[in-house]
């Protein structure tokens, strides 16, 4: 259920066994594999991932075995072991390593009791990456870095992945010196100086490169085609090709070679490259071509560990692993500076005018208030622009905030006697159901950008005139009714603290459990499922964690817009990165501090002159110019 396991089955010769594939696999080109499974009626059973994958016409097949991926196609494991289905986990499509790839190669020759297949491909390609090492060895110690997305930053192969782990088994070093899949500038990338930037997205034209900046650093820039990305991307059989790709990309890049030594290249399946570079044409099977004359390869079966000897020298003293540690301990020591110093400066000026001790300590809970509000929906609008892929959005914009609102509103209409635990439960429920019907009516229409800004505005204005209507009834039982329209810290209670804690703790376990998986979606929902990510729970998760926190710092001190969509956006600018182990920290000691500048301003200098304004009132009169410019720049294109 996957097309790397199909590859495997391919080189096998075991496509005959094959009753049923995923959709990947039905259009997949290697060893013609896609028109072999025509040729035989193999079923199409949906996916690659698991919410996509038709579990009735799984059962409906009845096979002796389901080979899937452990990291795409676990939540099926229940399903179809109740119905006495045989499931095989392997790695799959998320395999990390060449040694993962070989296991998963041994594991079906297993599974059908063909080792010895299994044993001759695992030794092909262990030749090939020897043999590669050989053909490369002009190039040894290039600085390759390899390039693959452009949404929200340069997003690159880091250390300790399977790219990297190919590299390095090449003789080719790893220009990128952060950890996994990462995000970067062009700045980062000047620094980094490589050789060569292999750029291999298949959606990227030179305009795209030219876009992001990527040519202002003046490094040779190669665009792989959309066969070369599969081949130097998917962990899979595949790999015993990345040699001649990288060969050939580094041919056009940097020139040919002083001196190209003559080389023997294992059976394998080969590809014949066009003068231009610009395709392959379609594989033909086992041959000559690519680098060298056609032999028997080496049957050789051990699988080197090299990579896991290189992962514990990088895991130990890699100059870039300490300083993404460092950032990041950096970045977190600005947020805990961020939510302790107001507070201090709050006490000290507070006992500076003699005041008496029930304003000292009323002072003191607006000031929490303001850093934990402001931490929350800076979280929430980080998360949710990550996991829709969209820099456009935060509650505000989605209706969250309306939606949570009429929901409190309402409930205080309906019932003599709440609580504030009541309240914060409806708000929940209200911005939820909002949140919900935004993205469900945006993908309804095309699930662009301007789909969901249209389709917020939209849910939005339609509880902004509920909210009015429900307004005239509230405010003469609950007074500050109408301040919560736009965000107020005027009623600062100790019966607050625990619901904003509750929206803090939702946030923070939410940056625990999604940042890296955030990382991972924001590169494209394919590449999501093939590093083993559910895109789809990701995003479910993430809507459900900055819904309800927000909902609840609504429901206690009413809607605050803008402040989710300007921290974020801020934070990326300042740390040219949009790898949101950083970037969400960032932004909660942004949003921390900017809510509580406005709202100590507002009570201490505003205040004098026309009276205290809603600090909510503020941040939107600073966020909304931001959001247009934002929004006239996304629709020109010049956004990334």
Known sequence: MAPSITEVLAELSLLDRVVGVDSFSMSDWYLNTSGRLRERSVVDVGGYWWSAIREEEILRLNPDVVLADSGAHKPLQETLESYNVTVVYIHGASARSVNEVLSDIYTIGLVFNETNKASELIGRITSGLNE????????????????????????VAGRATFIDDVLSRLGLVNAATTYGWSAVSVETVSEWSPDLIIVACSYATNETIREVGLYDPGKPIVLLNSTEVDIISRPGPLIQLVP??????????????????????????????????????????????????????SNNNSCSHSSVLYRAIYWLSE???????LRLLLVFSILLASTTLPILYTYIVTLNEGLPGRIVVYRLYRALYTILAGTVLAASGCILQASL??????????????GALFAVYATLLVLDHVTLWIISLAAAIGGLSALAATILIAESISGSDIAYVLSGIGVTSLFSGLLVLLLYYVS?????ASLMLTGTFIQS???????????????????????????????GDDHAAQLGVDPRLTRLLSSIIAGVSASIIVSQFGVIGFLGLVTPH?????????????????????GSLLL????????????????????????????????????????????T
Request: no cysteine; charged share 20%.
């Open 389 to 402: 892929r969209n820099p456009l959005v935060d509650h505000y914009v989605l209706g969250t905030g309306s």
């Open 319 to 325: 100059e870039g692993f300490l300083n993404s540690k």
């Open 493 to 523: 209670r100790l019966e607050n603290l625990p619901y904003a804690l509750i929206a803090v703790i939702l946030v923070v376990l939410g940056y625990v459990v999604l940042a890296k998986r955030l990382n991972v979606v924001m590169l």
């Open 570 to 590: 801020t934070a990326r600018f300042l740390l040219k990165t949009s790898d949101n182990r950083l970037v969400i920290p960032l932004a909660m000691a942004l």
């Open 476 to 480: 003469s039982r609950y007074g500050l």
């Open 596 to 639: 509580f500048t406005t709202d100590t301003l507002s009570r201490s200098l505003v205040a004098r002159v026309v009276g205290e304004v809603p600090a909510g009132a503020v941040i939107s009169a600073i966020g909304a110019p931001f959001f247009l410019v934002l929004l006239v720049r996304r629709f020109r294109g010049g956004f």
């Open 132 to 155: 590669g090492f050989k053909i490369l060895r002009p190039y040894n110690g290039r600085r390759i870095l390899v390039v693959l997305d452009f949404w929200q930053g340069i997003w």
């Open 244 to 297: 001649q790709v990288l060969y050939a990309a580094i041919e056009r890049g940097l020139g040919k070679p002083v001196e190209t030594p003559t080389v023997t290249t294992p059976q394998a399946t080969t590809v014949t490259i066009k003068e231009n570079g610009d395709h392959y044409d379609h594989y033909t099977g086992r041959g000559s071509g690519g680098y060298g004359d056609e032999s028997s390869g």
